[in-house]
C-alpha cells in the first residue's frame, strides 16, 4: 500500500521551498494544538523549531543534539539511582535530578 504514495510523495517534495514551507507550518501547528487542545504546545513546537533554525544556521552538527535528546533522560534516571543508592554522592553533595541534599 506504501508503494502507492511513492509518486505523490515524490511530486510534492519536489516542490519549491517557498510553497513546501507555507503548507508544512500550518500542519505542524494544527497537530501541535490537536494533541491537548493547548496552545501552550503549540509556542513550546514554535519555540524548538526557533531553536533548531539557529542551530542549522550556525553551523552546530545534529548528531550530538539527537542524541543527546534520546540518551538524555536516561542519564538522568541513572544518575537519579546513583544520588539515592549510594553513601557516596556521585553529585557532589547535591542531586540535582531529585533536588536533594545529601553529605
Given at each position: ?33 490537536a494533541v491537548n487542545l493547548n496552545y501552550f504546545d503549540v509556542y ?43 553513601r557516596i554522592n556521585p553529585c557532589g553533595g547535591f542531586c540535582p ?7
Amino acid at each position: 500500500m506504501a508503494i502507492v504514495l511513492v509518486k505523490p510523495c515524490v511530486k510534492l517534495f519536489s516542490l519549491p521551498r517557498t510553497l513546501l514551507i507555507p503548507l508544512i507550518i500550518p500542519i505542524c501547528v494544527i497537530g501541535a494544538y490537536a494533541v491537548n487542545l493547548n496552545y501552550f504546545d503549540v509556542y513550546i513546537m514554535l519555540a524548538a523549531g526557533l531553536v533548531g533554525y539557529l542551530l542549522h544556521r550556525y553551523g552546530f552538527p545534529l548528531a550530538p543534539m539527537v542524541l543527546a535528546v534520546i540518551l538524555g533522560p536516561r542519564r538522568t534516571r541513572t544518575c537519579a539511582g546513583r544520588c539515592m543508592y549510594s553513601r557516596i554522592n556521585p553529585c557532589g553533595g547535591f542531586c540535582p535530578t531529585t533536588g536533594s541534599a545529601r553529605f
